[in-house]
């Protein structure tokens, strides 16, 4: 048994290594192929949309987006915030009812018991489809920061283009 985890872990550390010297435009997905097969990602159906970072699963499982905040609609004892509901229905349009490709981090779960993942569905990366789009702010928190160099840059271009709240929002 340890020998396959250690021939399969050796063998995504050399196709890594190939795929990150390559300057294709698909990196990120190849990277998050890479992370998926090394980290034991899952995939589901999405069932319900709790806000624009939050779905929950088949069997339940509530999932909240890495790398990426979006404003609350819904948080107890505070308004709801500017652009809340456009990310919200953004987010129901990637994914509601949807399968989804599920790729840990670092860490498998927040301090509310949610578990912590980058979402896919098909080629679509949506973590990072939602801050290019401007429905949603980097938050990268250490140690889950796989593509918080992504997040960044396309929070700066959607700034640059006040796409969603940026153009939105005060």
């Given at each position: ?61 509530r ?28 987010n ?47 938050l ?31």
């Open positions: 048994m340890w020998r396959t985890i250690v021939l399969f872990t050796v063998v995504a550390v050399v196709v890594l290594g190939a795929w990150w010297r390559q300057p294709a435009p698909h990196a990120p997905a190849q990277l998050a192929a890479i992370s998926a097969i090394a980290q034991g990602a899952a995939t589901s159906t999405v069932t319900y949309i709790f806000d624009g970072d939050t779905i929950e699963v088949v069997g339940g499982e999932i909240r987006y890495i790398g990426m905040n979006t404003p609350e609609i819904a948080h107890p004892g505070k308004p709801e915030q500017c652009f809340g509901r456009e990310a919200t229905e953004r129901r349009e990637l994914t509601m009812g949807k399968e989804v490709h599920l790729v840990p981090d670092a860490e498998n779960r927040d301090k509310y018991g949610r578990l912590l993942r980058y979402v896919w569905v098909g080629d679509t990366f949506v973590d990072l489809a939602l801050v290019r789009e401007g429905y949603a702010r980097v990268a928190i250490p140690p889950n920061i796989l593509h918080a160099s992504e997040f960044k840059a396309a929070e700066r271009e959607a700034r640059r283009e006040k796409r969603g709240l940026w153009g939105a929002c005060k």
